[in-house]
């Protein structure tokens, strides 16, 4: 539904001032604060911003465009890129979201941390220096500092009764296109075989593989093709 000429008024004169504190805007028509923003020195916003509940943005932070932030806080240096989402979080500074990503409430996200293209976080804690970067979601989590999750790597959180939690320890690598099936611990410095689903505690320092074995049927008939 659109708004009243009275409601894009109050949303104007908000842009107008977080102007007037230093911040800049790219365009103060297109940015909507329907709450109350709270801006460190030289921070950028772009274009079609929403801004919901209290957030606060720190010294140097950039908004890219057509992000929603709600109730959040952002530290020092992390840059939001575009199209992404935070919502009841708290992000670190140095690092970046996006674009196209989302985190969720409850999460607290660590200095220098990447979450990157279409990642989603959920209720987790995610350790300084850690790279989430792309193609993942990781729910109901704990990591520790400097862990890396691969591209198409998930943590099974649900099954269907209620959540469960994973516990991911320092320096520990994940390979990509993991099922963490939770409750799970994997140790510090542990190592995640690329493909593998994980449904038992994985010990430290150590490579972990769980996946069958490639196989090739010959003279395989597909079903109403030719014998290949």
Known sequence: MDISLVEADILYRR??????????????????????????????IDLNVIIEGTVTLGDGVRVGANCILTSASIGPGTKINPYSMV?????GSDGF????????PGSVI??????????EIKSSTIGSGSRINHLAFVGDA?????????AGTITCNHDRRGVARTEIGE?????SGCLLVAPLSIG????????????E???????TIARTRQTTIENWTPPGGAER
């Open 142 to 150: 704990t990591l520790g500092k400097n862990v890396t999750i691969g």
């Open 97 to 104: 979201v996006g674009p196209y990503a989302r985190v969720r």
């Open 110 to 119: 660590g200095d220098s941390v990447s979450i990157g293209n279409f990642v």
């Open 15 to 44: 842009a107008v001032e977080a102007l007037a504190s230093g911040v800049r805007i790219r365009d103060p028509r297109s940015i909507a604060i329907r709450g109350e923003l709270r801006c460190g020195k030289d921070v950028e």
């Open 201 to 207: 505690d994985a010990p430290e320092g150590k490579l």
């Open 87 to 91: 919502e009841s979080a708290e992000i």
């Open 188 to 199: 510090a410095n542990a190592t995640i075989g690329a493909g593998s689903t994980i449904t």
């Open 171 to 175: 320096g520990a690598y994940i390979g």
